[in-house]
């Protein structure tokens, strides 16, 4: 049987990051500002959590990018 781990990741401050985490609300992360550091905890197996946390926030960045050049 497989336990689950929690892993902590850390990253400079990035507003749009904070942004997305907050917006999405993705199971198992927890966001701590401290100055200029930004605390993600994930739970998972392994560092696949991470990859797919930054594929979705890659996705997400391509979307805002689109609604921000759209022409009515």
Known sequence: MQTTTTRTYFF???PLLSEF???YKIEGYEIKNDS????????????????LL????NNWLVQ???KSFEFV
Request: hydrophobic letters at 40%.
């Open 36 to 51: 200029d550091v930004l605390v993600v905890k994930l739970q998972g197996h392994n560092d696949t959590c991470l990859a």
């Open 21 to 23: 985490l907050t917006e």
């Open 12 to 14: 400079y401050y990035s």
């Open 64 to 66: 805002k990018a689109k």
């Open 54 to 57: 930054m594929m979705e926030f």
